[in-house]
């Protein structure tokens, strides 16, 4: 949707009153949703140095690096980094699988390019309209020549699905269809407002696009979307905060689905109503959901779209009804379950620091951790039986690192990236026995437990994120290492 300027704010409390966000009082309880007002709204943010010095370190030494061979806003990933991006990338997978089978939506995954020929008829309308209305999408675009042509980088997450789905022929009977693509995008950010993770000018967006024969069936699947976007942002015990963008026709024509939203939250939204009659993207209604880092800042972390295929941005997408008359079809756009995927690494690393801060032990989930468990050797006497150990366990689809460096075992168990391994598992012959493990959990509290190796793989699969399986991407053997070998 646009910019600040072509709207007016207000906000939405849970007696469906309306009041402007200069005249609304806010209690106690809404330090929040102010925070959210005072960003979005006067533009004003909370600063920290000390946390955001920590906050950058902690992605860093994760593996995010802005890349010095290109230019500002772009990233590269270290092995580490590499593994959490790909375990992001399943999950989100899994999380619209299960979304879409428990509607009964068939889905299809998707891939597409990232440069577009400004002279192909689609491309061409939409360009003409982002040089008018360039707060569409936000930023200015990407435009590259390439044997004195010019070319375009891509600027939305729908172009590709879009241009796949008017290769089909649909019948009414046919909607509504799910199409899911991970598409890498470019939006030229300000170089002042770049961060590592959280705003890049190349990013991958993973997007869920349901085609629906009426405006009405979009927004049906949109409240089922809100509720596993919040429902996946709830497991994090994370405060939300919403966003809601909305077309002048569509506040007087749906305020009883606005109600169900802020209904369904139990607490106020920010309210934004466009003050023209309609949104030249075509899209009708705009959730964001805004959670908030440890630097107290508003991060927008999913979003929940409708549009009514107005729009030039809807490639003239339509569909037959049974008398063979052609309609323009109605999308909802979803991007979850937290934004995209530079932002999601954002998102759980500023989570797990969250709760060092809370806990004393900050931690990664189980199955975005980019070593699941670390194993020692209490001494020389025990080195084989550990790397045994390790191979084992990596065998089994865990991501398991193997300390074989000469260097004492006290030495070992104060490497800082312990600190991020959800499992430091010691082997000790002398005292436990071939098949007993001394196992430590920070997270959790547990230290010098003593497990078989049975109950240690039933208890890490209980933790395995339902499927999220992706390869360690660093040598087993710490003393091979050269990167992330902390």
Known sequence: M?????KKYYIMDLSASVT?????????????????????CFFKNAKSANKKAKLEKMINDLGFEWDPLSESGHMRQLPYATTMKEAIEKHNWLVVENFCDGLGLPLYRVSGGELF???SPEVKKQISLLSKSSGIYGSDQYNVFINKKERILRYNACIQKLSMAKKLNFYDKDLPIALFEISKSYRFEKENELRLCKRTRSFLIPELDVINDSMRSSLKLALSAHAKISDEIQKFDSECELLCSVTQDFFKENFDFLKIIAKSINKPILLAVYQDACCKDGVKIDIEYNVFDSLKLPVEIATCLV?????????????????????????LHVVFPFGSIERSAYFLIDRAIKKEAKDGFGQLPFWVSPIQARILAYDNGSSEVAEKLAQELNSLNFRVDFDDRKINYNAKIKARDLNWIPYMITVDKNINGLRNLIVDQRLKKISGKIMSQDDLIKEMRAEDGGGVTV????????????INNK
């Open 20 to 40: 402007s966000i200069g005249e609304y009082k806010f209690d106690k309880t809404e330090t929040y949703l102010k925070s959210l007002v005072d960003s979005e």
């Open 2 to 6: 646009r910019g600040k300027s072509d």
């Open 307 to 331: 549009d009514d295929g107005s729009s030039v941005f809807s490639l003239d997408l339509k569909f037959k009804t049974k008398s063979g008359i052609k309609k323009p079809v109605s999308m």
């Open 117 to 119: 020929d400004v002279n």
């Open 471 to 482: 390869p360690r991407y660093a040598p087993m053997r710490l003393s091979k290492r050269v």
